[in-house]
């Protein structure tokens, strides 16, 4: 059974940080596209960041640019989210999520397996 599971979500004041954690079970990753995902109150799912665990290719949404940073130990089959600098509207539900292949997907339909979620909530 396949499972990944968030964990390091908290609550910070603004301009803190956080370091999220995604443990994946069931299966290696290291050959996949890994990435992070959020929604806030009463909005869509969107993309946060993306690596490709077998190149190290990474991609960023504007909004998180120079203030997160996206890493993986493929030995440790574990995905990791530093979030430097946080403001308010970074508050969400923080998703891990992982597709097959190399190429990095922006869309949260294209990928395959979810975590159950991670709440960060920064105070301003």
């Known amino acids: 059974q396949v499972q990944l599971v968030e964990s390091g979500g908290g609550l910070v004041q603004a301009g803190g940080s956080l370091r999220l954690s995604c443990a994946a079970s069931?299966?290696?990753?290291?050959?996949?596209?890994m990435g992070w995902f959020r929604q806030g109150p009463e909005k869509e799912r969107v993309f946060v960041a993306a690596?490709?665990?077998?190149?190290?290719?990474?991609h960023y949404a504007d909004s998180v640019k120079g203030r997160f940073t996206i890493s993986k130990d493929n030995a440790k089959n574990t995905l990791y989210l530093q979030m430097n600098n946080l403001k308010p509207e970074d508050s969400a539900v923080y998703y891990c999520?992982?597709?097959?292949?190399?190429?990095?997907?922006?869309?949260?339909?294209?990928?395959?397996?979810w975590g159950q979620g991670t709440q960060v909530t920064v105070s301003s």
């Open positions: 999520a992982a597709r097959p292949g190399t190429d990095i997907a922006l869309l949260g339909t294209m990928y395959n397996y």
């Open positions: 690596v490709s665990m077998s190149v190290s290719n990474t």
């Open positions: 069931g299966r290696t990753f290291s050959n996949d596209v």
